[in-house]
Nanobody
Framework: QVQLVESGGGLVQPGGSLRLSCETS????????MSWYRQAPGKEREQVAS????????YYLDSVKGRFTISRDDDKKTLHLQMDSLKPEDTAVYYC????????????WGPGTQVTVSS
């Protein structure tokens, strides 16, 4: 009954920007740390950003630090990822979930949203 629905992906040129959204339901969103993950074809899924309950602490993968900004809206139970200065290596399917490292990620995952950075 947990639902995670990502949106906002698309095709963008290098240096461009996208804003991803994750609409959630079926769990107490405000009490969960939330993360964005991405997976490129043939590669392992990797965590790119996390935000704590109430947004007091954030984490970013080194390769996206300074370019991506994670945020949350607890009233709307929605997670966002603002992606600026996009690079071709950012191309992947992006997913949201609670951090799997904390044993709290939900199953099944959402459909993800495709981000393609290409000229």
């Amino acid at each position: 009954q947990v639902q995670l629905v990502e949106s906002g992906g698309g095709l963008v040129q290098p240096g461009g920007s996208l804003r991803l959204s994750c609409e959630t339901s079926g769990f107490s969103f405000r009490f969960y740390e939330m993360s964005w993950y991405r997976q490129a074809p043939g590669k392992e899924r990797e965590q790119v950003a996390s935000i704590s309950q109430s947004g007091g602490h954030v984490y970013y993968l080194d390769s996206v630090k300074g370019r991506f900004t994670i945020s949350r809206d607890d009233d709307k139970k929605t997670l966002h990822l603002q992606m600026d200065s996009l690079k071709p290596e950012d191309t992947a399917v992006y997913y949201c979930n609670s951090p799997c490292s904390h044993g709290a990620c939900h199953d099944p995952w959402g459909p993800g949203t495709q981000v393609t950075v290409s000229s």
